[in-house]
T-cell receptor
């Protein structure tokens, strides 16, 4: 089955700096890669996703890049703000028969943005 | 649109008991999935329902079961609770099984 490694497990940055979180996956058939943000006491929130036919996607201060050859994808947050502090999860989804998917998640990165 | 809602938000049960958790998906979403989140194992997929049919199941014992109703609402049941079942149980819904939106979760504590 799919295996997803996520690094680093903790990331501490100063407000205004950039943050990068990296994930690698094992199943070359995976073709959908979402990123989730989970704040304390809440469920994960889908913040951005990328499909395998796209190399990069941006949404304001957030961007995701995908390298299918190397089987890794990264989340980039620019101009970080204290409200970006949360746990971030990546996931990789290989397609199954019938058009369904089962996600495999990374272990999460705790991002701390210091004011 | 209202988000995914889960009830109850917190639950304390005793070993050996059973529990039923409820999930109301976002209106129009036909796919509902359940996940278990623990500090030790992370986020793990339990099962997915689509149009009242279980489409996929994760690697969990048969004590974990679920169902989906015609209005897409879903329930998850855990029988013969064990201490290791203590976790945050998350429900997610989506227009497809890959684009998923999570609810706030039900925190289950087994004593």
């Amino acid at each position: 089955g799919e295996n997803v490694e996520q690094h680093p497990s903790t990331l501490s940055v100063q407000e205004g700096d950039s943050a990068v979180i990296k994930c690698t996956y094992s199943d070359s058939a995976s073709n959908y890669f979402p990123w989730y943000k989970q704040e304390l006491g809440k469920g994960p929130q889908l913040i951005i996703d990328i499909r395998s036919n796209v190399g990069e996607k941006k949404d304001q201060r957030i961007a995701v890049t995908l390298n299918k050859t190397a089987k890794h994808f990264s989340l980039h947050i620019t101009e970080t703000q204290p409200e970006d502090s949360a746990v971030y999860f990546c996931a990789a989804l290989p397609p199954l028969a019938g058009g369904s998917y089962i996600p495999t998640f990374g272990r999460g990165t705790s991002l701390i943005v210091h004011p | 649109k209202a988000g995914v809602t889960q009830t109850p938000r917190y639950l304390i049960k005793t070993r050996g008991q059973q529990v039923t958790l409820s999930c109301s998906p976002i209106s129009g979403h036909r796919s509902v999935s359940w996940y278990q989140q623990t500090p030790g194992q992370g986020l793990q997929f339990l099962f997915e329902y689509f149009s009242e049919t279980q489409r996929n199941k994760g690697n969990f014992p048969g004590r974990f079961s679920g169902r989906q109703f015609s209005n897409s609402r879903s329930e998850m049941n855990v029988s013969t609770l064990e201490l290791g079942d203590s976790a945050l149980y998350l429900c997610a819904s989506g227009p497809s099984s890959y684009e998923q939106y999570f609810g706030p979760g039900t925190r289950l504590t087994v004593t």
